[in-house]
């Protein structure tokens, strides 16, 4: 079992950037499926980018593509989200996710679907105005 705590949000302009983190209370780096989501009210949570394997290899929603990236300092047990050129439309929940790998083998799109994943943090806030 793992658990996660996401930091990092806040409110920005358009155009800006934000860094979220997701600590970990152990280490996922080759054990876990990690990435993150967000949900905004009345919408459905959707992925926005994941880990895929143990050698860093990454998948994102086209919505995010060239914007966020995704990365893990495996010494720190610690996943961020660079989130640059950010949109209104970005404004959202956003929570990390853990799935054990043990579990069964994901996709890069089963990657990005909130039901596969077993472990969220508690979600911090992303506004963004224009």
């Known amino acids: 079992q793992v658990q996660l705590v996401d930091s990092g949000g806040g409110s920005v302009q358009a155009g800006g950037s934000l860094r979220l983190s997701c600590a970990a209370s152990?280490?996922?780096?080759?054990?876990?499926?990690i990435g993150w989501f967000r949900q905004d009210t009345g919408k459905e949570r959707e992925g926005v980018a994941a880990?895929?394997?143990?050698?860093?290899?990454?998948t994102s929603a086209d919505s995010v593509k060239g914007r966020f990236t995704i990365s893990q300092d495996n010494a720190k047990s610690t996943l961020y989200l660079q989130m640059d050129s950010l949109r209104t439309e970005d404004t959202a929940m956003y929570y990390c996710?853990?799935?054990?790998?043990?579990?069964?083998?994901?996709?890069?799109?089963?990657?990005?679907?909130?039901?596969?994943?077993?472990?969220w943090g508690q979600g911090t806030q992303v506004t963004v105005s224009s």
């Open positions: 152990r280490s996922t780096n080759y054990r876990y499926y």
């Open positions: 880990i895929i394997d143990s050698v860093g290899g990454t």
């Open positions: 996710a853990a799935r054990p790998q043990w579990a069964g083998k994901l996709t890069a799109i089963q990657a990005l679907q909130s039901t596969f994943f077993n472990y």
